[in-house]
């Protein structure tokens, strides 16, 4: 598919003053302003994140409220219940509230939800297994915010319920005894954008404030925190990054038993592979794409608990068995989605389905938890609009997932007198519908996706940030570069431009990818382009390149160098050769 490359607007800004003033280069300057970062004490601040400068957690609207309920619960010696989502950021959650409260106190327990059974969220059938455990005290963590039927149930059975969750509230909120959100419309917090972990170790934060030494020091649980903060792709600016930095320090130095044999996995499937040095620092990269997926794989495939209780364990033959198995039951996720994901790419070849606007494409016998992930592999195939669907308990129910610039949540909103159920946002949402309204969805579906398109079909994007000549990279230039990370949202990792570049050599890697190397004035530098091995009929070595990349340090074999990451490549416009 052709992909249209946009740069970054221009802000204002003088990045050769900023520059000259931090002894960096210009164009490094230029990607801090794109960052609204202008001056030299801004600049610390990002390069050097101080937990100091975190924001007091009583900020946030009914924290104290929190605080004290709990430590009542304690004091009176109530039985205190965690409930969480079964992804990582519930999972981490609620592992980051078990191991600091239970350092001292024994009356707790934790419950996740069967994902195939209950669905997301707080569910009736977790507040009547709590009432029969004799819980008194419910915190729940990543979820609850529209939980208003099941609050008000446990509230009628005698429990009370604090809420812990960075998703967007409705007008009505549950009839909760607090609710911790930053995104109320009256909490004064000046950070918005937490994750349910984030929120979660401001909840301990200020317990440990009030009632100091009670337990485990909260800091010691940065790297659940890291974690959370990484896989649920929330903004890494502000609080986050300064947690993100610290979080991810821990996790590389001493992370707790449950995380180090999860790693240890990880470290001996790159050794099989050899891909790459096990032993090179782990990065947000890495925990998104590789650890993300095995922690969630216990929620798609089988029971989350187990994630849990990888994490609050201090037995280590407890801890590699868990992980060993997270492992294997992720292998077979990936196994069976691949499987889905052929089956459904077929299905478009077979039906004839690729010029149209949206793919919304349905199997009985597809994977509930697998559908999310179809869903975005299909785009990177046929770019539109994408719902994977499957029957569920007599329902048809399914994951969207949306293009750049094209806000699904809406497009579905209009289909929604053919559905049972909805939410989400711009970018993916969930659905379920009865089994007779699917045809008339997928053409409704169709059509308003087509008419808010204009009729235009949407083409992949590429952004880049800066224009940037092969000769200007160094190892300098990349150590300034890497103390960028961690990256993420707000903060994403530079990508550059560079015209009429010379390719000196390429091939393919196992029939999906690209190696190259591409001449500079006096040497070589290696390039990858990762899933850009289709390409390889295009490139001519006579003909100028213009590339989108990104920069690595590439350790291999006991060799370091630099290495590009190739996001795209077209051949150069004759105005650049000229």
């Not at 009370?160 to 509230?169: A, K, S, V």
């Not at 008419?451 to 994007?461: F, N, Q, V």
């Amino acid at each position: 598919m052709e992909k249209i490359w946009i740069g970054q607007d221009q802000i204002e800004g003088n990045e050769v003053e900023l520059g000259r003033l931090l002894n960096i280069s210009p164009k490094i300057a230029s990607l801090l302003i794109q960052r609204n970062i202008r001056s030299y004490e801004e600049a610390f601040k990002f390069f050097r994140p101080d937990l100091n400068n975190l924001h007091d957690p009583f900020m946030m609207k009914g924290l104290r409220m929190a605080v004290q309920r709990i430590h009542q619960a304690i004091s009176q010696q109530e039985n205190i219940l965690f409930f969480g989502d079964y992804d990582v950021d519930g999972t981490t959650s609620v592992s980051l509230m078990y191991r600091y409260f239970k350092s001292f106190y024994s009356s707790i327990q934790f419950y996740l939800p069967d994902r195939e059974k209950e669905g997301y969220g707080v569910s009736t059938q977790g507040i009547e297994w709590a009432k029969k455990s004799g819980v008194d005290l419910i915190i729940s963590l990543d979820c609850g915010i529209k939980s208003i039927q099941e609050i008000a149930l446990a509230k009628q059975m005698g429990m009370d319920f604090i809420i812990c969750d960075h998703h967007l509230p409705d007008d009505e909120l549950p009839p909760a005894y607090a609710i911790l959100n930053p995104k109320q419309k009256d909490c004064p917090y000046p950070f918005k954008y937490l994750s349910g972990c984030g929120i979660a170790f401001k909840f301990i934060q200020g317990y440990d404030s009030l009632f100091p030494k009670s337990g485990l020091n909260p800091y010691e649980l940065l790297d659940l925190v890291a974690m959370s903060i990484a896989c649920d792709m929330v903004e890494v600016e502000d609080e986050n990054r300064i947690l993100a930095f610290h979080g991810l320090k821990k996790l590389n130095s001493k992370p707790i038993l449950g995380i180090k044999a999860l790693l240890a996995t990880f470290q001996n499937s790159l050794k099989n592979s050899s891909s790459q040095n096990p032993n090179n620092p782990i990065r947000f990269q890495e925990i998104l794409f590789q650890l993300g997926p095995r922690i969630n794989a216990a929620g798609r495939m089988g029971d989350a608990h187990r994630v849990v209780e990888l994490f609050i364990t201090e037995n280590e033959e407890e801890a590699r068995i868990i992980s060993q198995d997270l492992n294997e039951e992720n292998q077979k996720r990936r196994e069976i989605e691949q499987i889905i994901t052929r089956e459904a790419l077929e299905m478009i070849e077979r039906d004839q389905l690729g010029n149209k606007f949206t793919n919304v494409l349905f199997s009985p016998d597809w994977h509930k938890g697998l559908v999310g992930i179809v869903a975005s592999r299909v785009i990177e195939k046929h770019y539109a609009p994408t719902i994977i669907l499957t029957e569920s308990q007599g329902k048809i129910t399914g994951s969207a997932r949306s293009v750049a610039n094209f806000n699904i949540y809406e497009a579905i909103q209009d289909c929604s007198h053919l559905l049972e159920q909805f939410g989400g946002h711009s970018a993916a949402a969930g659905l379920k519908l009865c089994k007779e309204n699917l045809e008339s969805f997928q053409k409704e579906f169709e059509e308003v996706v087509k008419t808010r398109l204009g009729g235009e079909s949407l083409k992949p994007r590429v952004y880049f940030h800066e224009y940037l000549d092969l000769e200007e990279i160094g190892p300098s230039f990349y150590k300034v570069l890497e103390q960028f990370a961690p990256f993420g949202p707000s903060n994403p990792v530079p990508v550059f431009q560079s015209r009429s570049v010379r390719i000196s050599s390429v091939r393919k890697i196992n029939e999906t990818h690209l190696k190259l190397e591409l001449c500079r004035k006096k040497d070589r530098v290696e390039a990858m382009g990762f899933g850009l091995g289709s390409y390889l009929p295009q490139i001519n070595l006579d003909t100028p390149f213009d590339i989108c990349y990104q920069i690595d340090w590439n350790t291999y074999k006991g060799n370091s160098q630099i290495q590009l990451l190739i996001k795209d490549l077209k051949p150069s416009s004759s105005i650049w050769q000229n």
